[in-house]
């Protein structure tokens, strides 16, 4: 069990971080525009549901998606951990 919540090496940490790098240079997105991605999304989110923003996963990728003109097109991921939702949005979706 103890394998599924270790924490990341410092090495991890840095190639993750370097990665966000070449990402963000490919597609012409800084990383200071990413972190504000971030930010934006996490306010907007924070309106409806309470999440987890210290543990958030924004990336932008080339992978997957090909653009019409055969080359690879950029792809927003994001991985959110949400902590709850609060019940009177719940109603307000099930009327």
């Known amino acids: 069990m103890r394998h599924f919540f270790r924490r990341k090496s410092s090495c991890q940490i840095a190639k993750d971080r370097l990665k966000i790098l070449l990402i963000s240079d490919r597609v ?8 504000l991605i971030k930010t934006d999304i996490a306010k907007v989110l924070s309106k409806y549901m309470k999440i987890d923003s ?10 997957g ?17 949400i902590m709850d939702v609060p019940a009177q949005q719940t109603e307000k979706n099930s009327e």
């Open 54 to 63: 210290d543990n958030m996963d924004i990336q932008i990728n080339t992978k």
């Open 28 to 35: 012409n997105c800084s990383p200071e525009v990413m972190e």
């Open 65 to 81: 998606s090909k653009s019409g003109r055969g080359g690879k097109m950029p792809v927003l991921y994001a991985n959110i951990p």
